[in-house]
């Protein structure tokens, strides 16, 4: 059995593209971080954190966390608190390059075996002007994901260029989940096993 220990509609939806068969299993987590830890390793304790959390309720299977920040001139971001900062994290990463961070972390109950990972994009946004950003968030699209905007929605129209895996972008790197899967015995290709 596989659990998403997570309520984004993009992570499900992903799973969901590669025919993995899963049970969404969230549970409220402490997401306060260490700021002076780098970037990757924030969002692994937090994956790892939620994970975790999630794989108390469970007495078998494979449970997935994961957490996604974007980091721009030194600064971390995470999903923002309202239309203006999100407005705030879209000036700062205008006509600028920045790295999405995605922890990923798989816990196997009942041995409790753990696998940690991180996938770092390089993401390069087009210059944009006052209207553009008020208009966007005014969407409502740049609340609740990092960074405030979404690579795979409307945000999409403000992406210069992507280094690395998009989909570690929209908040889970597939390819690299695949691989840990497959540490645990589970081949994408063929989860009938699940």
Partial sequence: MLYLAS????????????????????????????VEA????????LAERKARAAAGAVSQGLVIGADTIV??????????????EAE?????????????????????KPAGRVLVACEQTKVKFK?????????????????GKAGAYAAQGLGAIFIDG??????????????RLAQMLKEFGVDVLDPGGL
């Fill in 38 to 45: 780098p970037p990757r390793r924030q969002v692994e304790i």
């Fill in 7 to 34: 309520s984004s509609p993009r992570r499900r939806m992903l799973l969901e593209q590669v025919g993995l068969p899963f049970f969404v299993l969230t549970k409220l987590v402490d997401e306060m971080m260490d």
């Fill in 71 to 84: 980091v721009c001139s030194g600064q971390v971001l995470g999903k923002p608190a309202d239309a203006r």
């Fill in 88 to 108: 705030k994290m879209l000036r700062l990463l205008q006509g600028r390059q920045h790295d999405v961070y995605t922890g990923v972390a798989v816990v196997e």
């Fill in 162 to 175: 992507i280094k690395g895996c998009f989909f570690n972008v929209v908040g889970l790197p597939i390819a």
């Fill in 127 to 143: 210059p944009l002007t006052e209207n553009e950003i008020k208009r966007y968030v005014a969407t409502g699209e740049p609340l």
